[in-house]
Structures are given as C-alpha cells and as structure tokens.
C-alpha cells in the first residue's frame, strides 16, 4: 500500500507542477499578446511622427550603404498594404524604402513609406515599380538622376521601371 500512496503522491505532484506550468505559459501568452498590440499602435503613431519629420531634397552621402529590410519584419510584417499585408504584399514597397532610406539618409522604412504612399504606388493591387519611380522622383527631386539606378540594383522587380518613370531634373 505504501508503493500506491508514494506512485500516487509523484502522478499528483507531476500533475501538479504541469498544471502550474500551463497557467505561467498561458499567463505569458496573454502579456505578449498585449505588448504586441501596444508596440503595433506605437508603431502607427512613430510612423506618423518619422512622416512629418521628412526633409526633402537632402544630397547622398558617399559611403552610404544600403540597409536590408525584409518585409516579413514584425516592425511591419502585418500592417494592412495593398488588400493584405505588408509581410504578404509589401515587396515592392520595402524595396523602395530601403532606396529611399540610402538615397536621402532619412529613416525610411517600409512603414513610413507606406503612410506616405498608401495605395498610390499600386496598379490593380499590386506594387507598380513605375508609380514608385515616379513617388521618389517627386519628393526627392535631387535623388532623381540616381534613383533609377539605385532601385533596379536594389529589386529586380524595378528593372522594370520605364525610362520616364524618374524624369530629368537638370
């Protein structure tokens, strides 16, 4: 009978210390979930802030190197873009911003870039390398003879960017 009652006391304390761990996991789950949602809104809001501090016109500095940014960056990974997210849709857009972000070392990122941009660099849902061309040229006038360059090195899908898509500012 002591055998039971000391296999019985183990199964209880095994059950026990599961129980507790479960409740610390679930506990730990809910204040991710939390933290997450409130880093999405301060996100939202830092994206409004680095939106009006842009400074147009500022030359490329030598030396500059282009920054890696992948689109599935928790950062930005599922912000609404283009009918889905920026993680799923945003190839395009983060593309341009790591460009825009070497050409004018202002911080651009694809969430910046995409409170800037909207849908307006989007044909039928998808990202239009020219419509960005075209953004980039228009806010920074004095990257324009560069630009070209820089986002078809930079994507292959803005190899595709008509020869009009970025004007001559001379």
Not at 89 to 111: E, F, N, R, S, W
Request: net charge negative; charged share 15%; hydrophobic share 45%.
């Amino acid at each position: 009978m002591s055998r039971l009652k000391a296999v019985a006391l183990v199964l209880s304390g095994a059950l026990a210390s599961m129980l507790f761990c479960g409740w610390l996991i679930v506990g730990h789950i809910e204040s991710d979930a939390g933290a997450l949602a409130e880093a999405r809104e301060e996100g939202y809001a830092a994206a409004e802030e680095d939106r009006l501090a842009i400074v147009a016109d500022r030359p490329i500095a030598e030396g500059n190197s282009m920054p890696i940014w992948l689109q599935t960056d928790p950062q930005w990974d599922y912000i609404p873009y283009a009918g889905g997210t920026i993680g799923y849709h945003g190839c395009g857009l983060t593309c341009a911003a790591m460009a825009v972000k070497y050409m004018t070392l202002q911080d651009i990122t694809p969430l910046t870039l995409a409170s800037f941009v909207g849908d307006t660099c989007l044909t039928d849902g998808v990202n239009d390398p020219g419509k960005f061309c075209a953004w980039i040229a228009e806010h920074y006038r004095n990257t324009a003879s560069r630009a070209r360059r820089f986002l078809t090195i930079s994507h292959p899908s803005f190899k595709t960017c008509p020869m009009g898509g970025l004007p001559s500012l001379a």
